[in-house]
């Protein structure tokens, strides 16, 4: 409708009285009844944002984290500090027994402990051989422990590298809160909606994500929305009549496997329009009752609307492509690892070399001065 209040376009003509009946259908509208008579509905409209699913960015140590839960964590802490005590109280014990604190590496100081039960973690084995029957005993449920906890948490990372990422979007709030751009194809009942509309979701969509400086930057044909839509991280509004042959001319098995789909407004039919008070009105609802009748309609509608591509899972392939932020948390260890022992290196140099005893002589000589000796 025009600022005058008159139509334009395929209602103004039967207005004006221009046309008898138009070919293409319209949507039901309060405003355009006046003017117009509908007949039966002759096609379904449905249009959907379309877009390739986000890949969901966890944090680096989420990823290390997530195989198991806070309280299998928390148990494994518990189970390992329950290992170093059993295992000071062996060691020590058959340190005793043999005599020699040096046989073989066998010790029993806490640091040692602590090497050797993530050793066993980390399947890295054992620096020593203990000789007693129950100190063998002991370190083989350890590694038999270590490497079913092994084996479950690296096959979880990898079944989590693996699987598909799980869907995060399944409606207008989501799709708002996401970070992808949005488009819009460039036709007039989209635009017409975004000025209609009172859903407070889609008003907010159109200001934040779809409206320009020219009130058009969001929106785009068809071809070159499906071409962003290709590329990743972008949605685009458009009907699925249009859309699905690009896509199906266009996309990859794993592109077509990727895609999802958000609804913004409901599925329409759209109606045959003749002229008010049109003497052909009773013919043309009599030939299109005919239509759907006999399945004509049915089958022209199959026909010209498009059918949804379809994902062939046998034939997807599966690219797994680990960047350096999620393996960033392995590096920060790694570099505290490098500090704390630099840091104890420069402690110790200092306490074993000349600097570290003339410390203490300077300190003797201080305390001689502050506390002199007296009878």
Known sequence: MQSDGRFDGLVGLLERRMVDFGSSPLLFKLDRMPFVDYSYGNWILRSYFIYRRPKVEAKSYEIFLRPLEKDVWLTIVVIMGIMAVILKLIFANEIRIRKSNHMHGVESSWSFLLLF?????????????????????ISI??????????????????????MDPPRTIFNLKDLLESRLLIGVEDILIDRNYFIQTT????????????????????????????????????????????????????????????????QMYRTQPMYTNLQKNSPFREMMNFCMFKLMENGN?????????????????????????????????????LCYGFSFSLVFLLTEFIMRSNVWRAIKHMFRRTSGYLYPYTE
């Open 199 to 262: 859903d407070p979701y889609a008003i907010q969509l159109y200001e934040s994500k779809i409206k320009g400086e020219s009130n058009s930057s969001g929106f785009y044909p068809p071809k070159e929305g499906i071409s962003l839509v290709r590329q990743g991280d972008f949605a685009f509004h458009v009907e699925t009549s249009t859309a699905y042959p690009i896509i199906e001319r266009t996309f990859t098995n794993e592109e077509i496997c990727d895609l999802e789909e958000v």
């Open 141 to 162: 449920f350890v590694f038999l422990f270590c490497i079913l906890v092994y084996q479950f948490y690296s096959a979880s990372i990898v079944s989590y590298l693996l």
């Open 297 to 333: 309609m049915d089958r022209l509608r199959k026909y010209w609307d498009a059918r949804k591509p379809v994902c062939i899972q046998a034939a997807k392939k599966k690219q797994i492509h680990v960047n350096l932020r999620e393996f960033s948390c392995g590096l920060v260890a």
């Open 117 to 137: 039960t993530l050793g066993a973690f980390c399947q890295q084995g054992a620096t020593c051989v203990p000789k007693l029957f129950s100190s063998r005993i």
